[in-house]
């Protein structure tokens, strides 16, 4: 069973979240802690069992009634978690206490909330999280994960990650877009070598549909951006490599840009 540590002020809105989630990753039935930010010095939390809710902690002022008629209790464990911290601060405590597979962010019901929420968020998420991070969006309806796209700066780190991808994700029906970058920012691989690396992570994801795609751009971000909206990708997956100085200063930094500015959901894998 899965653990989603989910990020979500609406509590309606895990009813149309884990449906998604579930059509990417193929599974059913997950343990789902929603953290919610209130006026206590401490964590309190309500677990939801086969429509029942358990109380673990003291709380006051809380009603179940949004609880019971949610779908989202039909076929998973929903635990609700309320603290005085704003996220970026509980991450830490709610990373070591849960330990979640994924954790889950969105949606955004704007642009500018949504640059709000990771303008304070975002290094934080980067620095402290080691498991997947989804960035759902806007829409919840809107997203059907038929087309993935991978954007790799072509490392071995990159390629590990995209072995943790392919098993991750439930291909059936869904294509998959290998690409990368190349600028005139800092050094790369020629050009034969970088074309060689991509067709054999091709290679590797043999029982999917697979297409490669070596874009020359002035930079990182504009080159996946753009990539984005001539092809009207569904989902874009890039790795975090924090701990590597020189590439997390280029592509890292590229990263969070496109988190800000990406159209569509985004998976981001950790190392």
């Known amino acids: 069973m899965a653990r989603f540590l989910v990020f979500e002020k609406h509590l309606e809105g895990l009813d149309l979240l884990i449906p998604v989630v579930e059509d990417l990753l193929g599974e059913r039935g997950h343990h789902v802690i929603n953290y919610h930010q209130l006026e206590t010095a401490e964590f309190v939390s309500f677990t939801e069992r086969e429509g029942k809710p358990l109380m673990e902690g003291p709380a006051s002022n809380f009603s179940f009634t949004d609880m019971k008629d949610l779908k989202v209790i039909e076929s998973n464990v929903l635990q609700l978690v309320f603290g005085a911290d704003a996220f970026h601060e509980a991450l830490n405590p709610l990373m070591e206490t849960y330990r979640p597979s994924f954790l889950m962010i969105g949606p955004f019901g704007d642009l500018k909330s949504k640059t709000n929420f990771l303008s304070a968020e975002m290094k934080p998420l980067l620095r402290q999280v080691s498991c997947p991070i989804f960035f759902s969006g806007e829409v ?11 954007a790799s700066d072509l490392s071995s780190a990159d390629q590990e990650n995209f072995r943790e991808l392919l098993d991750l994700v439930q291909w059936q029906d869904k294509t998959l877009d290998l690409l990368t970058i190349d600028t005139a920012q800092y050094f790369t691989q020629p050009d034969v070598v970088m074309r060689e690396v991509i067709k054999d992570m091709a290679a590797e994801a ?12 002035s930079s990182v971000q504009k080159g996946v951006l753009s990539f984005l909206d001539e092809h009207e990708a569904d989902l874009l997956v890039m790795c975090n490599h924090s701990h590597k100085k020189l590439k997390h200063n280029l592509w890292g930094n590229a990263l969070e840009d496109i988190v800000h500015k990406a159209p569509v959901p985004m998976l981001i894998i950790n190392d």
């Open 140 to 150: 919840y309806e809107k997203m059907k994960f038929k087309r993935i796209v991978f």
């Open 206 to 217: 043999r029982m999917h549909e697979v297409s490669t795609h070596f874009k020359e751009d």
